[in-house]
């Protein structure tokens, strides 16, 4: 987007009373002078069984340690839950709304505090002890977030998986990290569409063979198969246990969960997080950023199933004492009006949600939101692509009233919590930029050569020193952490995005200068949705790339070439979709399916991507150098049939 948009923020819209400029300088210039001081300061917000003498010991050279508070002890779910109960009892800590506008249910602290512990107990009784992986497998359900601070409190790590992902992916993640027991329920409900997650597990145990004990919460009620010496009905289990259940005590570089994540090349990687430095994290951006006070209900619409829903409908928001909306449905069921009508509905206060969503809601006009009562709502959020201006201009003007500060906020699972993002009132907004580093975050642009920018310049984004929150290393291999993210620059995290910054040192993330695609603000290997393609008969081989989509951000294109002696066709077409879409998930359907005899490769083979990016992208006036391409003539025919015109 371009800075010389010239819609201004009105000068009264602050949300803000946390932080003024003045101070946000003052912190970060506090935060990176001094990291010792500054965080063992900012971990006092968090209850410490015992606590730590040491602050930072991170080390991005060598094999890569990275370390906060790390002879501190704590409970995460105590903080999230037990520490409120003096105060906050009788407040509302989770607000429910189902797939349906007439199901919604309410819990407080003192009911989240007893529903945790029951559940801690029936983990405990399936035999879940201290470190186990429990891989969770969930509609947005509360049970979802009980399961989750269960965990937490149990010393068990959770490993969340999505419940749009097929059984196959659901076993990859499974067997990765050696998890035993499974969470699911018999069915979710997306926009009154049943998904089948108990018969997804059933499927996912039969490929991968080593859980021992399912938990399954009965919530549509639908017909599933029981294997009546594995499976446990979550409401028999829970009617035998007692409702003490005392928080495990866990040093602060304890693991707290795995989250698998796509990257460049090979198979998801599990995203280690930690106990200490993860929660200061989370429930530090979340009070900043969101510029939070209590009593305000919060409304994150990610499914817990990615990292926006740990940290922001869940580990922030309750570390913090929050009201957090967990919202089963879509956008747009019954109709396009449903976000704006839950806001309604539950006062919400402040609205986080992805530049997707709004392009869809967007297409539908400006009559859904305008038919409801937004008095409530004073801050709106957005996360997991960029925003482009018409998007950007929407939520300000009609969803905000031009009253609302809206918080760009640029991170990534690997982070596990904001790293750039304005805080409102005091940072002044450009529409489309993430604006600033949050505290403690030292950001830096390499070009591709290596070399660090300085001043207003483009290049590629990283992190020159550790934040508590970053993930600690890949889940059972942390050579690959090192090579993935260290390796590129010198004693520095690549993000593998890239990114501009302006003369005011302003921050525009432009998207990833990886092989990584971001498809309605979820992130996929392009290697992956290959590898799916390949292992299809019917392909012998197959090239993926992004092309630019208008609602879903980025679609996927993909370049398919069929063994010889095999026609392309219509149907090959349907059944290579359907195909990718049962070995990887709905969220990875190829939009468009180019085929072609051949692909583009240099003489040693190696496939040109950079030129079948241009031609997906409609913009192949200027290829660059082809001449070193072992057959130039296909570049041709590849325009001359390309799909996306
Ligand atoms: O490319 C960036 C994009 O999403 C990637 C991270 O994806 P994931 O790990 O799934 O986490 C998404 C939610 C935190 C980043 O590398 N991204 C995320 N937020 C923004 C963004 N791109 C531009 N602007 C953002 N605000």
């Not at 967990?326 to 530049?355: L, M």
Request: charged content about 25%.
């Amino acid at each position: 987007m371009s800075e010389s948009i010239t819609i201004g923020v009105k000068p009264d819209v602050k949300a803000v009373t946390l932080c003024t400029d003045e101070q946000y300088q003052e912190m970060y210039a506090a935060s990176v002078a001094d990291p010792d001081t500054f965080w063992g300061e900012q971990a006092q917000r968090l209850d410490w069984i015992k606590p730590f003498t040491k602050v930072k010991n991170t080390d991005f050279g060598g094999d890569v340690s990275i370390k906060w508070f790390e002879d501190g002890t704590l409970n995460v779910c105590a903080n999230c839950v037990d520490r409120h109960l003096p105060e906050r009892a009788n407040d509302v800590a989770l607000i429910w709304e189902g797939d349906e506008p007439d199901q919604s249910q309410k819990v407080t602290y003192g009911e989240l505090y007893e529903k945790v512990c029951k559940f801690s107990n029936v983990l405990k009784g399936m035999g879940v002890k201290k470190g186990d992986r429990v891989t969770i497998y969930m509609p947005m359900i509360l049970e979802a977030v009980y399961a989750m601070l269960s965990c937490a409190r149990t010393g068990a790590i959770h490993s969340v998986v999505f419940g749009g992902f097929s059984p196959d992916a659901l076993a990859g993640r499974i067997e990765d990290c050696d998890s035993r027991f499974v969470i699911t329920a018999d069915e979710g409900l997306r926009g009154s569409k049943k998904v089948p997650l108990k018969k997804n597990v059933d499927e996912a145990i039969s490929i991968s063979g080593i859980v021992e004990k399912t938990l399954v919460i009965k919530h549509t009620g639908g017909d599933i198969d029981w294997a009546a010496d594995r499976d446990i009905w979550y409401h028999e289990a829970v009617e035998d246990v007692s409702a003490d259940c005392p928080p495990e005590e866990m040093n602060a570089e304890d693991p707290l969960f795995i989250l698998y994540t796509s990257g460049s090349t090979g198979s998801p990687k599990g995203v280690l997080h930690t106990t200490g430095g993860y929660l200061v994290w989370t429930s530090m951006t979340h009070q900043y950023v969101f510029d939070y006070k209590p009593g305000e209900v919060f409304w994150c619409t990610a499914d817990v199933g990615w990292v926006t829903g740990h940290s922001y409908v869940v580990y922030g928001p309750l570390a913090n004492g929050a009201t957090s909306l967990v919202f089963e449905g879509v956008p747009t069921y019954p109709d396009a009006s449903r976000f704006w009508q839950v806001c309604e509905k539950h006062k919400v206060n402040i609205f986080y949600t992805a530049p997707t969503a709004l392009r869809a809601l967007m297409r539908e006009g400006d009559s859904y939101v305008k038919a409801a009562d937004l008095s409530s709502v004073r801050l709106l959020g957005s996360v997991g692509e960029p925003i482009n201006p018409e998007a950007w201009l929407w939520y300000y003007n009609v969803v905000g009233q031009e009253r609302c500060p809206i918080v760009d906020t640029w991170w990534q699972t690997e982070t596990g919590g904001v790293m750039i993002a304005p805080l409102p009132g005091a940072t002044p907004l450009k529409p489309g930029s993430a604006t600033r580093p949050f505290f403690g975050v030292q950001l830096a642009l390499f070009d591709n050569e290596g070399k660090k920018l300085e001043g207003a310049a483009s290049g590629n984004l990283a992190v020159t020193d550790s934040w508590p929150g970053q993930m600690r290393t890949v889940y059972g291999d942390h050579a690959r952490f090192q090579q993935t993210y260290f390796s590129t620059y010198k004693n520095t995290y690549f993000t593998g995005d890239g990114c501009r910054r302006d003369e005011d040192g302003y921050y525009w993330i432009t998207g990833r200068v990886d092989d990584v695609i971001n498809v309605s603000g979820h992130r996929m290997g392009t290697a992956e949705i290959e590898s799916a393609l390949v292992a299809h008969e019917a392909v012998s081989e197959a090239a993926v790339v992004g092309y630019p989509h208008d609602v879903k951000g980025q679609g996927i294109y993909a370049y398919v070439t069929p063994p010889v002696g095999v026609e392309p066709s219509e149907e090959l077409r349907k059944e290579l979709v359907q195909w990718v879409r049962h070995e990887i998930g709905p969220i990875a359907t190829p939009d468009l399916i180019h085929f072609t005899p051949g692909l583009p490769k240099t003489r040693s083979g190696k496939i040109m991507r950079r030129i079948l990016r241009k031609i997906a992208e409609n913009e192949f006036s200027n290829l660059g150098d082809t001449s070193t391409l072992a057959d130039p003539s296909i570049v041709d025919s590849l325009i001359e049939k390309r799909l996306n015109r």
